[in-house]
């Protein structure tokens, strides 16, 4: 987690990408959309170059949450006020060419103890 | 004066389970030789086995004598089928036939299978374990993994079965143990305190929650799938020997799709970054969790990147009463709604054209309290934290389609035990071929087609195109992947006290590999003079014994497949004084048939290793009227 927001820091220092990127190190406590990105080719995932340009493409904030593999990882998206539930930052990176498939990163829960026997 | 006789059971020889010769077997065949065979000079058996042993090559022994054209002689690292093709072709020999260890109908001796009602054979629904057990209790080979809450490893009717398994949980904040993706898939519990209720953060990721005990969810669904078995410990599972693989995505209020895809991928084998590789990949993944709304497109990416790998993935419908939730209705997916113990659909399971079977899920169709219809397996009694060990039973039940899915899982696993080439299409195929029909209750309607028009509360019939292709049947299924060998000749002993006349029943004799038996052949190997055999060729015969002694039967069956098999019995009669008559007892040989009967069975064996006759009027176990 520390490695990652010194990562954060530092593509917010260096690229200067302005509020959309920076603002994403909280987006997981304002409840951030969640998705699944495909990509074409296999990427690093967490990499601070591919943050910065998804933040760039989509408009948002965005913030790696875990990999699934090479190709598949997951990001929190916080979107600006004007797109609240992010559907033009994830229209956005649909249109990115080197992304293959995006979904939204569902909560899934157990299918235990019905409340009607 | 008409006669009566007392029979003891002695011997059981036979057919059903063919095994690979390896170094450690002991062969043991049951040879009669020709009358007018040389060998017979030789009055010691010890000596006939060493004149064996040099035309063959082979160092044989012997073993007990039946009588004096018949004995047993075995030999190291050799199959006893092998053995007895080898010695059938000596010129002495009139037949050998294999000498099988026969046992009683497998019933684990695990104190509280008693209870799991779900893998017996006696309601509607129960999967019928117990049969399938008579083929395989499952391979240690096989690597079911259940992506889920983890798992107590300190579980005593678990610990030996559990793989090291790994947590996927990437955000501490649900995951409850502190940290994030880890080594560590046990489960510290997944409660929610008052506290976490009024946690922004954590309800922000959750979405609204309310105070709860910890589920113990994998610990319930490992149980299932195969907790230590016969070994008389808590519950058994469908699969024995399977090994099991911890995957931990679920956490305080469930757990995303990154985290569970992740976990799926590294339980198969695959590749994960940032993770190290596991040592131990799953053919199966149990998914005991959904939510609603369709497959998603990296679900079908993943299962399919798995079931190309050869992996079966199989998920539970849900409890919503309605459609089908994700990833249950992924393509490729065994996806498995939740029946009561009488076969209905029961209220709360989702159902829909997705669905590929059903199984118990269970019920508790009673108001006094008690769950009637608890799935029963493992957990742990702490409301929090880990406490003691413990089994769900009847007061602190176990219900919802979490439970049907794992046990479709290890019918799966016992399929992969006997033909591991088995690809995940065949076996869902299988699976659905050997499902059995679905009951109708005349006075329910049946499922609707839409299932968004269901009562949350509501049973209905299911039909094929709402509940899958009918119940789960583990033992037609593992039946259906075993290898069309040789049928299995059965021959069940009817009521011999009444008089000389004693009834042999050759009906029960079984084909496997979608044959049928075609043909029965009685034949009297050994009897004392004037002794004779009714309807030598037809299914149930009478053996119309003349006096007191040792009488060998032997039933050879050809199935439709033109396969055969032959087994045997030894009947010892002895005149006797007139018993009183019980119409109700019989008893059998072969490998079928029954826990009672093969009772006889078992003790028929010791008979053939030395130990005195068993009277019949000492049983404790009757078979059932017929």
């Known amino acids: ?117 | 004066m008409t006669l009566r006789f007392l029979l003891h059971l002695a011997l059981v020889c036979l057919c059903g389970l063919h095994l690979v010769a390896s170094a450690a077997e002991e062969g043991r065949v049951i040879v009669k030789y020709r009358a007018s065979a040389d060998l017979l000079k030789q009055a010691q058996s010890a000596d006939r086995a060493a004149k064996l042993s040099t035309r063959l090559g082979l160092s044989l022994r012997s073993g007990r004598r039946l009588d004096m054209r018949t004995e047993v002689i075995r030999a190291d690292g050799i199959s006893s089928r092998d053995l007895a093709a080898r010695l059938a072709g000596q010129s002495d020999v009139e037949f050998a036939v294999p000498d099988r260890l026969r046992h009683i109908r497998a019933v684990p001796n695990d104190p509280l299978y008693s209870g799991q009602w779900h893998l017996q054979s006696t309601e509607v629904a129960a999967i019928r374990a117990d049969g399938a057990w008579d083929l395989s209790t499952g391979s240690a080979g096989v690597v079911i993994a259940f992506v889920d809450t983890g798992v107590r490893y300190d579980h005593p009717d678990l610990t030996a079965k559990l793989l090291p398994g790994y947590d996927f949980i990437t955000d501490a904040l649900n995951a409850g143990d502190g940290d994030k993706r880890d080594s560590d898939a046990s489960d510290p519990g997944d409660y929610i305190t008052a506290s976490d209720t009024r946690d922004a953060r954590l309800t922000a990721l959750c979405g609204p929650i309310s105070r709860q005990g910890s589920s113990w969810h994998g610990t319930r669904v490992a149980g299932i799938l195969g907790a230590a078995s016969n070994n008389s410990t808590g519950v058994a599972g469908t699969s024995w020997g399977a090994r099991l693989l911890p995957v931990r995505a679920l956490g305080k209020c469930g757990g995303f799709d990154s985290d569970i895809l992740a976990g799926m991928r590294w339980a198969a084998g695959l590749s994960v970054p940032g993770v190290p590789d596991n040592a131990n990949p799953a053919r199966i993944i149990n998914l005991s969790l959904g939510g609603p709304g369709g497959c998603d497109v990296s679900y079908s990416s993943v299962i399919s990147e798995l079931t190309g790998k050869g992996v079966l993935v199989v998920a539970a419908a849900g409890n919503a009463s309605g459609p089908v939730g994700a990833p249950a209705n992924c393509p490729g997916v065994l996806a498995v709604a939740g029946v009561r113990q009488n076969g209905i659909k029961v209220g709360y399971s989702s159902f829909g054209p997705e669905i590929s079977i059903s199984a118990p899920a269970g019920n508790c169709v009673d108001s006094s309290g008690q769950c009637l219809f608890s799935i029963d397996t493992t957990s742990n009694s702490g409301a929090t934290v880990p406490a003691a060990n413990t089994y769900t039973d009847k007061n602190t039940s176990n219900v919802g389609t979490s439970f049907s899915s794992p046990m479709a899982a290890g019918v799966a696993a016992l399929m992969l035990s006997i033909n591991p080439g088995l690809s995940p299409a065949e076996l869902i195929s299988r699976i659905k071929g050997a499902a059995r029909t679905f009951p109708s209750d005349p006075a329910l309607t049946n499922c609707p087609s839409d299932p968004t028009k269901a009562s949350s509360t509501d049973q209905c019939n299911c039909t094929t195109s709402t509940c899958g292709a009918g119940l789960l049947d583990a033992a037609a299924a593992v039946a259906a992947v075993t290898p069309a060998t040789t049928p299995s000749a059965h021959i069940l002993v009817l009521d011999p006290l009444t008089n000389a006349s004693i009834r042999l029943d050759g009906r029960g004799s079984t084909a496997t590999g979608g044959g049928t038996i075609q043909s029965w052949h009685w034949q009297l190997v050994t009897a004392p003079a004037g002794a004779s055999l009714t309807a030598p060729d037809a299914a149930s015969t009478s053996l119309e014994a003349s006096s007191a002694g040792t009488y060998v039967v032997s039933l050879s069956v050809t199935d439709s497949l033109r396969a055969t098999d032959t087994t045997s019995i030894n009947l010892q009669v002895t005149a006797t004084a007139p018993a009183p008559t019980d119409p109700g007892t019989s008893a059998s040989s072969g490998g079928g048939g029954g826990g009672a009967l093969d009772f006889y069975a078992l003790f028929g064996l010791a008979g053939l290793l030395g130990l005195t006759y068993l009277s019949r009027r000492s049983q404790a176990q009757r078979a059932p009227a017929r």
Do not use: W
């Not at chain 1, 593509?11 to 990127?21: F, P, Q, R």
């Not at chain 1, 304002?30 to 910065?52: M, N, Q, Y």
């Open chain 1, 1 to 117: 987690m520390i490695h990652r927001q010194m990562l954060l820091a530092l593509v917010c220092a260096s690229t200067l990408i302005g509020s959309a990127a920076c603002s994403s190190q909280t987006a997981a406590a304002k409840g951030a959309v969640r998705i699944l990105i495909e990509f074409r080719d296999p990427v690093d995932g967490a990499a601070p170059a591919l943050l910065a340009e998804l933040s760039r493409r989509s408009g948002a904030g965005v913030r790696y949450s875990a990999s699934v593999s090479e190709k598949l990882h997951a990001y929190e998206l916080a979107c600006p006020s004007t797109d609240a539930n992010c559907a033009s930052a994830i229209e956005n990176l649909r249109t990115t060419p080197a992304i293959v498939t995006l979904s939204a990163d569902q909560l899934r829960r157990t299918n235990q103890d019905p409340s009607k026997p």
